[in-house]
Each structure stands twice: as structure tokens, then as C-alpha cells.
């Protein structure tokens, strides 16, 4: 499990993982049942706090995408991929929330925002045909 | 209740006429990794010469694991590991000499520890002290002050001499052998970025007192700024404590301590706002250097204006 913390962001430590983790989770890179890495040995790996990464293993045991069980450590949940793209929708609005927010500020209409995101996808699909030639 | 390992209550220090320490206060959890912040002058140093019993207060009490460091400043150092800011050691000793000369006034002292250290943070054992590098000097005084293997590990600035991979591998050592310990870390630091991910507590040092003392996650979600029409500022709630504030076109860009509190307000009150996320170099610079339009200027701007 590969994650990459950010220093100095705007975006608090414990959220970049959570936000990763959930990622990894999503995309089926961490798959329903695998072991995570126990605390101690994530904190050391990332040099982040202990209580940093116990928490945020809380939260996404909360959020239903880990399990702890007694002795053996974090999991992935069985039924994760459900969960964990609910908590990722969620967190997409929010992303995309802040871009509307900032395009209003700018001025723009809401045909106009529109237009730029089918844009950008449009973009991303010339992209995804160029890389698999 | 267990007791705290380093309590500070209202202390007050002077040196002659400069009023360093002005009714100072703070507390430290025991197993917790503290991080001591404040410019240069604030006062970091003076307060962690005092809790060593290097220097005495003019006022207040201070308690280090329970003792007085005034009084019983060698069953202390016992128990504590120390590294000052510009520690001078004996020069015609060599590194490895000097680990072997320190380690019969330590009962607890750990040989092999000391040269596994040695060897991470890479001090040349055969080389005489008078000519390492400022960063070698810094690491060599790591070592000293954390193979006895304290309970309670004091370190003024530590990161200053190391390069950023060295201090991404004491950052490390000090979560594997000090937080998983369950030991208490108290150091002060201007590398914020750096503190972020390790600290479990900041407290921020302005003008001789703490200004702030919070959980870093906590001082994250309770500090943002938010921007807002100029005449809505009131709407923020009597609960919000303005920390800087600053005209941005139509608009006011304010930094508030209670932001949930002051977003709900905003919310109840239907005020169009945008609420930023801030970093904590942002944060510790609203509590240092914030103005607050409208507000008496602070001492410091009196000061620093000609």
C-alpha cells in the first residue's frame, strides 16, 4: 500500500489518508479482506503520528470500508466496495462544490460550468483512447 | 488523575529590563509529542532552560514529572533527555569517547542504542568533536540525549542541523521508540510542516504567553478562514474570536478561532460565504501577526513600526 502525504497542504494529514485509503478501496487496488499494514508499522513507514493513523483506522472502520478484528488487525471490509464509493460520492460533491463555488466567483454561468466539465471529460476520454493505442 | 509531565503555571521571567516570560502557562500530557512554537525571541528557549533548572523563574510554578526543577534539577536530568539549541560539547574528545565518558553518569544509559543512533543519524565515532560539521554537532547531541532512554526527552529545535532526509528518519525513530513507548517528546521547532504530521499537541508562544494550546487536528477544523461581504462580519457570532482579518475587494477575508461555530452562525443567518482551509504555517502566522481592522494595534506592531 503505497500512500503519499502531502506536507504543508491546506488538506489535514489524517484526511489526505483517509482520502487515499478510500481511493485504494474504490479502485480495487486494496481488495475486500486484505490486511492493511498494523498502525505502528504505517505511522513508521509515512512518519506520522501513531494516534494520527489509529484514528483515521477508526474512522474508516465507522465508515464501514475497514474492519478490525480482535488480535489479527485491519482489514478491508468484505462488503467495502458498496460503502466506500458512498464515502467517495460524497466527498466528489464536495470537490465539485468547491470548483462550482470558485467558477460562480469567476463569473461564470451554469451552462457555461457545464460546458468546461463536459470539456474536461472530453479531454480525459482523448487521453484514455491515446494512452491505450 | 495521572499527573502531567511538564506543567507551567504562570511564570513570569525577566532579564533586567526585557520582560521575556509574562504570566506563562502550559501543560504537557504525559505520552504526548508536543510541539513548543513561537518566533524567534518569544521566549522558547528561556522556558525550556527553566523546566531543565538551568535557569531560575522570577514568578509562578513549574513541575517537571512531578519535581521542581529549581530544586531537584539532578534527580531530573536524570530522567530527562535534553539537547540545547547551540549544545557545546568537549572538543578534543572524539564522538565515540565522549558516548562512553557520558554513559556511568546515566543509570539507565543503553550502549548499544547509543551506537545504533550513531550509526542512523551517521556521526563519525572516530572523529574529535572540534571538527564536525553544525549538523553532525546537532546529531552527535541527539544521541546523548536519547540513549539513556528518558522519560521525558527535551529538545530546543532539533531538526535545524539535519538534512530533510535525516529528519524524515528521526521523525521516525522518534514515533518508533518515543510514541510507541507511550514516552513524552517536548520540542520546539520552526518547521512547521514538519511538526504537522508527528505532533499531537502545538502550543503556540506570543510575546511571553500561550496564545494557543490544542490538539493540532483540533487547532485545523477550529481555525479557517472565511470570506464574507464586508458589512456581514457581526453575523459571525459572538462566539467567533477574530484572529486577522483582511479587505479583499467587496469582501473580507477573516481568520477566526470557533470557525464551526461561526459557519453555523453565518448558515442561520442566510450570509453568502466561502470558508478556506488553512495550513498550519497559515494558522500559527494569524496567531503571531494577525491585525484585526478596527482594533487597537499590538504591542509587537509597536514595537517593529518605526
Same mark, same amino acid.
Given at each position: 500500500?503505497?500512500?503519499?502525504?502531502?506536507?504543508?497542504?491546506?488538506?489535514?494529514?489524517?484526511?489526505?489518508?483517509? %482520502?487515499?485509503?478510500?481511493?485504494?478501496?474504490?479502485?480495487?487496488?486494496?481488495?475486500? %479482506?486484505?490486511?492493511?499494514?498494523?498502525?505502528?508499522?504505517?505511522?513508521?513507514?509515512?512518519?506520522?503520528?501513531?494516534?494520527?493513523?489509529?484514528?483515521?483506522?477508526?474512522?474508516?472502520?465507522?465508515?464501514?470500508?475497514?474492519?478490525?478484528?480482535?488480535?489479527?488487525?485491519?482489514?478491508?471490509?468484505?462488503?467495502?466496495?458498496?460503502?466506500?464509493?458512498?464515502?467517495?460520492?460524497?466527498?466528489?460533491?464536495?470537490?465539485?462544490?468547491?470548483?462550482?463555488?470558485?467558477?460562480?466567483?469567476?463569473?461564470?454561468?451554469?451552462?457555461?460550468?457545464?460546458?468546461?466539465?463536459?470539456?474536461?471529460?472530453?479531454?480525459?476520454?482523448?487521453?484514455?483512447?491515446?494512452?491505450?493505442? | 488523575?495521572?499527573?502531567?509531565?511538564?506543567?507551567?503555571?504562570?511564570?513570569?521571567?525577566?532579564?533586567?529590563?526585557?520582560?521575556?516570560?509574562?504570566?506563562?502557562?502550559?501543560?504537557?500530557?504525559?505520552?504526548?509529542?508536543?510541539?513548543? $512554537?513561537? &518566533?524567534?525571541?518569544?521566549?522558547?528557549?528561556?522556558?525550556?532552560?527553566?523546566?531543565?533548572?538551568? #535557569?531560575?523563574?522570577?514568578?509562578?510554578?513549574?513541575?517537571?514529572?512531578?519535581?521542581?526543577?529549581? @530544586?531537584?534539577?539532578?534527580?531530573?536530568?536524570?530522567?530527562?533527555?535534553?539537547?540545547?539549541?547551540?549544545?557545546?560539547?568537549?572538543?578534543?574528545?572524539?564522538?565515540?569517547?565522549?558516548?562512553?565518558?557520558?554513559?556511568?553518569?546515566? +543509570?539507565?544509559? /543503553?550502549?548499544?542504542?547509543?551506537?545504533?543512533?550513531?550509526?542512523?543519524?551517521?556521526?563519525?565515532?572516530?572523529? *574529535?568533536?572540534?571538527?564536525?560539521?553544525?549538523?553532525?554537532?546537532?546529531?552527535?547531541?541527539?544521541?546523548?540525549? $536519547?540513549?539513556?532512554?528518558?522519560?521525558?526527552?527535551? $529538545?530546543? /529545535? +532539533?531538526?535545524?542541523?539535519?538534512?530533510?532526509?535525516?529528519?524524515?528518519?528521526?521523525?521516525?525513530?522518534?514515533?518508533?521508540?518515543?510514541?510507541?513507548?507511550?514516552?513524552?517528546?517536548?520540542?520546539?521547532?520552526?518547521?512547521?510542516?514538519?511538526?504537522?504530521?508527528?505532533?499531537?499537541?502545538?502550543?503556540?508562544?506570543?510575546?511571553?504567553?500561550?496564545?494557543?494550546?490544542?490538539?493540532?487536528?483540533?487547532?485545523?477544523?477550529?481555525?479557517?478562514?472565511?470570506? #464574507? +461581504? &464586508?458589512?456581514?462580519?457581526?453575523?459571525?457570532? @459572538?462566539?467567533?474570536?477574530? $484572529?486577522?482579518?483582511?479587505?479583499?475587494?467587496?469582501?473580507?477575508?477573516?481568520?477566526?478561532?470557533?470557525?464551526?461555530?461561526?459557519?453555523?452562525?453565518?448558515?442561520?443567518?442566510?450570509?453568502?460565504? &466561502?470558508?478556506? /482551509?488553512?495550513?498550519? /504555517?497559515?494558522?500559527?502566522?494569524?496567531?503571531?501577526?494577525? *491585525?484585526?481592522?478596527?482594533?487597537?494595534?499590538?504591542?509587537?506592531?509597536?514595537?517593529?513600526?518605526?
Amino acid at each position: 500500500m503505497l500512500l503519499r502525504i502531502e506536507k504543508g497542504s491546506a488538506v489535514p494529514i489524517s484526511r489526505q489518508i483517509i %482520502g487515499q485509503i478510500a481511493m485504494l478501496c474504490a479502485s480495487g487496488k486494496l481488495e475486500p %479482506g486484505e490486511r492493511l499494514p498494523s498502525v505502528r508499522e504505517l505511522a513508521r513507514e509515512l512518519a506520522v503520528n501513531q494516534n494520527t493513523i489509529l484514528r483515521v483506522y477508526e474512522r474508516l472502520v465507522s465508515d464501514g470500508l475497514l474492519e478490525m478484528r480482535h488480535g489479527q488487525g485491519t482489514f478491508v471490509a468484505k462488503d467495502a466496495p458498496s460503502s466506500s464509493l458512498a464515502v467517495h460520492r460524497e466527498r466528489l460533491v464536495e470537490e465539485l462544490r468547491q470548483l462550482a463555488r470558485q467558477g460562480i466567483s469567476l463569473g461564470l454561468s451554469a451552462d457555461q460550468i457545464h460546458e468546461l466539465l463536459a470539456k474536461a471529460l472530453e479531454q480525459l476520454h482523448t487521453e484514455d483512447v491515446r494512452c491505450s493505442m | 488523575m495521572t499527573q502531567p509531565a511538564i506543567d507551567i503555571q504562570a511564570v513570569h521571567k525577566s532579564f533586567r529590563h526585557n520582560e521575556v516570560l509574562r504570566g506563562m502557562s502550559l501543560h504537557v500530557e504525559r505520552g504526548h509529542t508536543f510541539a513548543f $512554537l513561537g &518566533r524567534n525571541g518569544a521566549g522558547k528557549t528561556t522556558t525550556i532552560q527553566m523546566l531543565l533548572g538551568l #535557569l531560575n523563574r522570577d514568578e509562578g510554578s513549574i513541575r517537571v514529572l512531578g519535581l521542581d526543577p529549581e @530544586k531537584e534539577p539532578l534527580a531530573l536530568r536524570a530522567q530527562v533527555g535534553y539537547l540545547a539549541e547551540d549544545q557545546t560539547m568537549y572538543g578534543w574528545m572524539k564522538c565515540g569517547d565522549i558516548l562512553r565518558f557520558l554513559a556511568p553518569f546515566y +543509570p539507565t544509559w /543503553d550502549h548499544e542504542l547509543a551506537l545504533k543512533y550513531a550509526k542512523d543519524f551517521e556521526v563519525p565515532l572516530g572523529q *574529535k568533536i572540534k571538527h564536525l560539521s553544525k549538523g553532525q554537532n546537532v546529531r552527535l547531541g541527539l544521541v546523548m540525549a $536519547l540513549a539513556h532512554r528518558p522519560e521525558l526527552v527535551i $529538545l530546543d /529545535d +532539533p531538526a535545524l542541523g539535519l538534512d530533510p532526509i535525516m529528519r524524515k528518519q528521526f521523525n521516525r525513530d522518534l514515533i518508533t521508540h518515543l510514541q510507541g513507548e507511550g514516552r513524552t517528546f517536548f520540542y520546539s521547532s520552526h518547521l512547521l510542516y514538519e511538526v504537522e504530521p508527528v505532533a499531537d499537541v502545538v502550543a503556540i508562544l506570543k510575546e511571553g504567553q500561550i496564545v494557543r494550546q490544542a490538539a493540532t487536528e483540533e487547532l485545523r477544523r477550529d481555525v479557517k478562514q472565511i470570506f #464574507l +461581504p &464586508r458589512e456581514a462580519v457581526t453575523a459571525l457570532g @459572538k462566539d467567533a474570536s477574530l $484572529l486577522d482579518t483582511r479587505p479583499d475587494g467587496d469582501e473580507v477575508a477573516v481568520t477566526v478561532e470557533g470557525a464551526e461555530e461561526a459557519i453555523e452562525s453565518l448558515r442561520r443567518k442566510g450570509v453568502e460565504h &466561502r470558508v478556506v /482551509d488553512l495550513n498550519l /504555517d497559515e494558522i500559527f502566522e494569524a496567531y503571531v501577526t494577525g *491585525k484585526v481592522e478596527g482594533q487597537e494595534t499590538s504591542a509587537e506592531e509597536v514595537v517593529l513600526t518605526p
